[in-house]
């Protein structure tokens, strides 16, 4: 079974400084993988997916995350954070056509 | 519509209520999936409709909860002889196809507190 696993719940970063959100799956076949965001009492939005046709994928918001087979990873950056990223991020893997969701990290940015 | 709709955004239901909540979801979406998002969890699989259809119900915790799309479009998650481990937010997702990489645009969810 593929599943997600998202380490560290909440994350705190300085407004200007990297965001760096660790996702790591398990699959046995080659997956397709997404990042979403959730606003507070927001429904989720999808920042970003890999569908092999590219390691490095680009996402809304400045956000991009790195495919590594190897490390069996997918974290999610973003250069420099701004105050509008606090935000609940997920990760997830496609399982029988549905998501599988990781547990989330909220992330908090610092003035 | 523009997006995918629910409602009630928040429902308080005494112990032992039936409750029901609705789902509008994009027009032509033919996937509709139904999570349950405990506090400070990620979202949990519930169900999933391809049209009318209920292809996968495996992730309904007990035979309490019901969930119908009868016409494709609209779909309505019912709860019977609800309890407190209800309690939590029910996303709605939509999506064009049933593709294994195809966008799923979700709701806002519906906050349901068992009292």
């Known amino acids: 079974a593929q599943s997600v696993t998202q380490l560290g719940s909440h994350v705190s970063v300085s407004e200007g400084a990297l965001v760096l959100l660790r996702c790591n799956y398990s699959s046995s076949v080659p997956p397709y993988l997404f990042w979403y965001v959730q606003y507070p009492n927001q429904g989720l939005q999808l920042l970003l997916k890999y569908t092999s046709a590219a390691t490095l994928v680009k996402g809304i918001n400045g956000f991009e995350a790195e495919f590594k087979k190897s490390e069996t990873s997918f974290h999610l950056t973003k250069p420099s954070a701004h105050m509008s990223d606090a935000a609940e991020y997920f990760c997830?893997?496609?399982?029988?056509?549905?998501?599988?969701f990781g547990k989330g990290n909220q992330v908090v940015v610092i003035p | 519509g523009a997006g995918v709709s629910q409602s009630p955004r928040y429902k308080v239901a005494k112990r032992g209520q039936d409750v029901a909540l609705r789902c509008d979801p994009i027009s032509g979406h033919v996937s509709l999936f139904w999570y349950q998002q405990a506090l400070g969890q990620g979202p949990e699989f519930l169900t999933y409709?391809?049209?009318?259809?209920?292809?996968?119900k495996s992730g309904l915790p007990s035979d309490r909860f019901f969930a119908e799309r009868p016409e494709g479009s609209v779909s309505t998650l019912k709860i019977q002889r609800t309890q407190q481990e209800d309690s939590a937010v029910y996303l709605c997702?939509?999506?064009?196809?049933?593709?294994?990489?195809?966008?799923?645009?979700f709701g806002q969810g519906t906050r349901l507190t068992v009292v």
């Open positions: 997830a893997v496609t399982l029988n056509n549905r998501l599988a």
């Open positions: 409709f391809q049209n009318e259809a209920q292809l996968d």
């Open positions: 997702a939509s999506s064009l196809d049933s593709g294994m990489n195809t966008e799923a645009f």
